[in-house]
């Protein structure tokens, strides 16, 4: 999967990166282990200096991979305690997911971010993966050309885009489907569909 954003102008760093005085993270996440809720900071970290319990954290923080530390081509104004959002790519969708700090809730609209998450979804759509943005439960899909508000999205849910090639550029067709356990397994059902013609690109 892809997920350099290109056309920043800044050189690629040459090797993973440290997290430094990034602890955000630990906010932006909830803690299912110490019953944290997302949006506020953990108990055990101390902002910009880290976690105090690192050696034995709960095994989903260790297994929480940052996108900005371990893609080391992505620019450093990624750096989520300067960005004000964290981005990881969901280990069982592949698709890539920004978490806002909910202090600066419009962060992922400014510039130059919001226009390279725009060139991130392009680059990432080809091979069936999306970009989602998460500022608390709300959640707003990237295309291309536009964005999608999806409301709250639940970890039973799954999204589909498909491109309709057409006139003017063809449209997209979003569906959200719920994912059930029956006695046969998982199945999904269509909970809604939307559909958004392509736009020139902003």
């Known amino acids: 999967m892809t ?16 997290c430094g005085s990034c602890t955000l993270c630990c906010k932006v996440y909830n803690v299912v282990a110490f019953g944290k809720p997302a949006g506020t900071w953990c108990s055990h970290c101390e902002p910009t200096l880290g ?7 709960p095994s989903e923080c260790a297994a929480f991979d940052c996108l900005w530390k371990t893609t080391p081509a992505l620019p450093m104004h990624w ?10 790519v ?19 609209t400014r510039q130059p971010y919001h226009s390279q998450l725009r060139v991130l979804a392009k680059s990432n759509m080809a091979k069936g993966h999306l970009v989602i943005v998460f500022v608390g439960e709300q959640a707003t899909l990237i295309l291309p050309d536009q964005d999608v508000p999806l ?3 639940s970890l039973d849910q799954v999204i589909s885009v498909t491109l309709e090639p057409g006139v003017g550029g063809g449209v997209y067709e979003l569906k959200i489907f719920n994912r059930r356990t029956t006695a046969d397994g998982q199945t999904l059902e269509l909970a809604s569909s939307s559909r958004h013609p392509v736009r020139e690109a902003a």
């Not at 056309?7 to 990166?17: D, K, T």
């Not at 976690?51 to 954290?57: K, N, P, T």
């Not at 750096?79 to 990881?88: E, Y």
């Open 3 to 18: 997920a350099v954003i290109s056309g920043s102008g800044e050189a690629p760093v040459a090797q993973e990166r440290a």
């Open 51 to 57: 976690c105090a319990i690192h050696d034995v954290r």
């Open 79 to 88: 750096k989520p305690d300067q960005a004000k959002m964290v981005l990881t």
């Open 90 to 108: 969901h280990p069982k969708t592949n698709n890539i997911q920004v978490v806002v700090d909910p202090d600066l809730p419009s962060a992922w």
């Open 151 to 153: 409301g709250v999205l």
